[in-house]
């Protein structure tokens, strides 16, 4: 079979579909000194993917116009000029989204698959999991008997962000978009309860009747009118880690809504926006709290992994309409 | 004359006016055992107060409708049961819009007039001196180099927090409403640049040209587009301290704008809101650190002064007509 990869047709107006993505087929360069050719067997899609099909100015810089597509990846190293690489090595790093590249050995990492298995290290393990772990601790700061609320709460994110409030001694309210999922995050996540936005019939009170003693600790995912609901149940001085807003994502006119600066502060609320870059020096504290968390039982892991390269769009496009349980893979 | 007191007549709303107050004679109690007679000299106004005249539940009770308003004032005892307190005191505290009040000894605080003159303590040296220092330095954090915004530059809050941001090193830009206001931020009061919300005709661009080098903390005092077009100008891991919110105090529905959530995640800002009394542990620091600045020159101060008892409305009402720089400030 060809050597394929999938570019950025063209910047998506609004939702990304079909036309948004092109199959091409890939010649690769010879290696240089320094480089590795590796063979991706798990792809990660991921919200933030969203923001770099958009030509605008953020923490990443966009994806090109007619360029492959990149997101997080495990492979296998198929040859070597990089030193510290040898063919069969696991790596992890971003990797174009084609079924060969050929990248410098300073773009990967070598995995321990003896840890956990390799896609792990896509989701717990990897992006997702360290967003939970230092967005939750670090701004959060939830104290046992707080409450903590979190959106998204079946996404990759947020199912680790409830378990590790959980194991803070946190009564732990998620909000989901399904009644399985609804199900599933109270029978084998531990939460304390699950509101499901799409059939409540009024958010605020429905978070209200799940937050008795009101909401401590905010994990916002989604942002929008999701967002504005919770927020209307804030403590006096709660936190919000501000890790998501897939709800606006595909927007495309700026989102207007509720103003909420006279409630975070008459409340005296702390509001703060955060990329796990910031947190870089600290990946390995994160990692292996994780891991021993994971080792120990305490954090249950779950994945929808779909199968096949050209999957890759219809794995991205599922993120918006919430197909995915847990951190959604794509098996090469 | 008699004594008079100023009651809360009915909740407006909307926009304050005089048919929101009433003039009554006051028939004072006999003093208990712990009270003190005082009168007033001074009083403040400030923007929080319009907050109490709404039957919400914020971090101060609200007004009773019947009852007179209060705020903070500056008084001299005429007659005392309470131990510590002897006519002819000067004294500080939340006091009744009356000309005459009996409360008790706990209420007040005794003030060193030759520190700084009387009405100080509403000021530099009381709520609006301390919001400025405790909201810039604890919440903004700047950084010798940086850029601070104000808005609402020249009231009695935004006038001090400049200044502050100048003795840490930073360039400082105000948002204020005329002219003369704009000439006497930066020929008196030191400011880099000031902006006229009211004339500039493209505010966020406006603000982009003062601070060349963008925003690094955004000290909000007044919320609404203001508010909107500094977002606009934020750099990555900028501060708010949210401290004010006066544009938005007279609306009647709830007030909706720009959602701000994406913006302040993409650039990992900090948005907290604050009250002073979170604070309150800490206010002999303040005071200390106020008065010697305002003692070697480093701070310069202003008020805006009614005289007579009878101006606290039109007192009250100028603030959200920006009738005042510096301190809003009546003299009885």
Same mark, same amino acid.
């Given at each position: 079979m060809n050597k394929q990869q999938i570019v950025l047709a063209a910047r998506p107006k609004g939702m990304p579909d079909a036309s948004t993505f092109r199959f091409e087929d890939l010649q690769l360069p010879r290696?240089?000194?320094?480089?590795?050719?590796?063979?991706?067997?798990?792809?990660?899609? /991921?919200?933030?993917?969203?923001?770099?099909?958009?030509?605008?100015?953020?923490?990443?810089?966009?994806?090109?116009?007619?360029?492959?597509?990149?997101?997080?990846?495990?492979?296998?190293?198929i040859d070597s000029q990089s030193e510290g690489f040898a063919p069969g090595d696991l790596v992890t790093g971003t990797l174009p989204w084609a079924t060969q590249s050929v990248v410098p050995g300073t773009a990967l990492k070598k995995?321990?698959?003896?840890? $956990?298995?390799?896609?792990y290290y +896509?989701?717990?393990?990897?992006?997702?999991?360290?967003?939970?772990?230092f967005g939750l601790l670090d701004i959060g700061k939830p104290k046992a008997g707080e409450t903590v609320v979190v959106s998204g709460a079946a996404g990759a994110v947020g199912i680790i962000v409830g378990q590790i409030a959980k194991i803070q001694g946190c009564r732990v309210v998620g909000i989901a978009g399904s009644? /399985?999922?609804?199900? +599933?995050?109270?029978?084998?996540?531990?939460?304390d309860a699950v509101v499901n936005y799409k059939t409540a019939p009024d958010l605020t009170k429905a978070i209200a009747?799940?937050?008795? /003693?009101?909401? /401590?600790?905010?994990?916002?995912?989604?942002?929008?009118?999701?967002?504005? $609901?919770?927020?209307?149940? +804030?403590?006096?001085? $709660?936190?919000?880690?501000?890790?998501?807003?897939?709800?606006?994502?595909?927007?495309?006119d700026v989102p207007t809504g509720p103003r909420i600066q006279p409630m975070l502060l008459t409340r005296s609320v702390l509001m703060q926006g955060f990329i796990i870059g910031n947190y870089k020096d600290r990946f390995g504290e994160g990692v292996r709290q994780l891991a021993a968390w994971v080792r120990e039982g305490k954090l249950q892991y779950t994945e929808t992994t779909l199968t096949g390269f050209d999957k890759l769009p219809d794995a991205m496009l599922g993120l918006f309409s919430g197909q995915n349980t847990g951190k959604m893979i794509v098996e090469v």
């Open positions: 290696l240089q000194s320094g480089d590795v050719l590796v063979e991706p067997t798990y792809f990660s899609v /991921d919200p933030y993917m969203r923001g770099r099909m958009n030509d605008a100015k953020s923490y990443v810089p966009p994806f090109v116009v007619g360029e492959p597509l990149a997101g997080g990846a495990v492979g296998t190293v995995l321990d698959p003896s840890l $956990a298995p390799a896609s +896509l989701g717990i393990l990897g992006m997702p999991g360290l967003t939970a772990y009644d /399985d999922k609804v199900t +599933l995050l109270q029978d084998q996540f531990g939460f009747d799940a937050c008795p /003693d009101g909401v /401590d600790v905010y994990f916002d995912n989604v942002g929008g009118a999701v967002s504005d $609901a919770v927020i209307e149940n +804030l403590n006096f001085h $709660a936190r919000i880690p501000l890790c998501g807003q897939i709800a606006l994502y595909n927007t495309t």
